[in-house]
């Protein structure tokens, strides 16, 4: 009989491993998308779109299809996920493993302001800053909101929705931000030329430590800008590993 594991997903090593691990032998794995974007890259094999329903619904899936083992290889920045599924893996005795890709790291070329939530990256720009490049995705603009008097081009996969939490669509939104939607990876001339058409003074950033991200962060090390790197918040304790291959050897072990 194989084994079942649950891959909490949205990230691209998650879509890797679950496309690598298709057709195991021994292992397999249901995809867990939160459905946040309308059109998801769908990997191979079973998988599974919407929340559980906190630490409680979680166990009860865990519970209702024999899961055996838990891969957390959600973004970094999910952190209310993660947390959930230490929660609910302690609690059944499941096994659990976090992937999670090293963050970017700061060189003397760096012109980094490190906070550590976007509320703190919205109070510490200066109106020399403007106009900014926000690159947080759309559903943690809202802090950004009581900085009228700058203007942001704000860049997210899709537009901003009723249902997100700050609960308007594009149109709603004031007329300092402007919206491009676009997902990685992204040109370094590409970004290049984004920043300069558009005079960008300051970009606001998570430190997501995705390769597909990091061409604006270079254009920035470039131009000597100023980016206000958001740090990640603190995962749960456990396993972690960085790449899919040490995952899948962890898979096998089991
Ligand atoms: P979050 O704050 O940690 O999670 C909020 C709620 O969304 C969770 O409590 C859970 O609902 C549900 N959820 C999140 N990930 C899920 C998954 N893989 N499968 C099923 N339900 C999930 O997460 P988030 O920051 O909103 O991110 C949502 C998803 O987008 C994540 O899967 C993440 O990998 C991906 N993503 C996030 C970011 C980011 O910057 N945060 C960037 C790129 C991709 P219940 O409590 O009802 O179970």
Redesign the pocket.
Known sequence: MKKNILL????SEAFELANEMHNHPEIKLIS???G?TSLPRKPKGSFRV?????VT??LAYLRDQNIDALVDA??P??????H?AAKAAEQSGLPRLRICRPAWKKTKADNWIEVSNPAAAAQCLTPDQSPVFLT??R?ELAAFLTRTELTFLTRAIEPPKTTDPAGRSEEAWPENFSFIYGKGPFDFNEELNLIRSHGIRAIVS?N?GSTVAFAKIEVARKLNLPVIMINRPKPPSGITVSSVPEAIAWLEQL
């Open positions: 909490l997903g949205g990230s867990s998308l939160a946040r919407g929340g559980f329903g906190g619904g979680l959600t973004h920045f999910a952190n209310t996920i993660s959930n947080i995705g559903l998570k997501s």
